[in-house]
């Protein structure tokens, strides 16, 4: 098993451009996250998705938007970016069922710019 | 809001020493709590979880004790090694809804000394 992979690894983004960060996990998780982490703030939910189709914002959601179209993958958009978004972004996901709480696993990060 | 928090930002020992790192909940109808360690430039890595019906819970090296009279929870880590340096983080699970996420704490940097 891979776990839970990101990509891209690194990227830098000019003010208002776009781009996709792309998540995927082999575990048959139901629920998958976006988190971002910021020195000194630790990790904040961004959106959150508790099967396919279906998504709901977290703590911090403004400026981002997620699609969950297949089970294994959740993506996280930046339509125009701001340098208030360069940040770390994880990805985690667990197997959680309605009702019962499951360990999230964490990706490796994906480090991002905005210039 | 209510929020989970740490009471150390930084703790420094040597090699072989045990360590505690403390965290404080304000959410009483918490029922989940889990602690990861992140190393630099990784993700968050799973430690050791803990249900609000237990009060202890033992692992490798690892120990976590949950008070929920004074909603305090920690980490012992037995006969530190050098390898342990990383930043700690406590989590506690919230439920929203009927669905559950979980708030994290900013993290305790552990430091070990050879």
């Known amino acids: 098993n891979a776990g839970v992979t990101q990509t891209p690894k690194f990227r830098v983004l000019k003010t208002g451009q776009s781009m996709t960060l792309l998540c995927a996990q082999d575990m048959n998780h139901e629920y998958m996250y976006w988190y971002r982490q910021d020195p000194g703030m630790g990790l904040r939910l961004i959106h959150y998705s508790v099967g396919e189709g279906t998504t709901a914002k977290g703590e911090v959601p403004d400026g981002y938007n997620v699609s969950r179209l297949k089970k294994q993958n959740f993506l996280l958009g930046l339509e125009s970016a701001a340098p208030s978004q360069t940040s770390v972004y994880f990805c985690?996901?667990?197997?959680?069922?309605?009702?019962?709480?499951?360990?999230?696993?964490f990706g490796p990060g994906t480090r991002l710019t905005v210039l | 809001g209510e929020s989970v928090g740490l009471h150390l930002p930084t703790l420094s020992v040597q090699e072989g020493d045990n360590s505690i790192i403390n965290c404080a909940y304000s959410n009483s109808a918490s029922d989940y709590f889990i602690w990861y360690k992140q190393e630099s430039g990784k993700g968050p890595q799973f430690i050791i979880d803990i249900r609000s019906n237990m009060d202890k819970r033992q692992g490798q090296r690892v120990t976590v004790l949950l008070n929920k009279t004074v909603k305090h929870l920690s980490l012992q880590i037995a006969a530190t090694q050098p390898g342990d340096s990383a930043v700690y983080f406590c989590?506690?699970?919230?439920?929203?809804?009927?669905?559950?996420?979980?708030?994290f704490g900013k993290g305790t940097m552990l430091l070990v000394s050879p």
């Open positions: 985690a996901s667990s197997y959680s069922k309605r009702g019962v709480t499951d360990t999230q696993y």
């Open positions: 989590a506690e699970n919230l439920r929203a809804a009927g669905y559950s996420t979980l708030t």
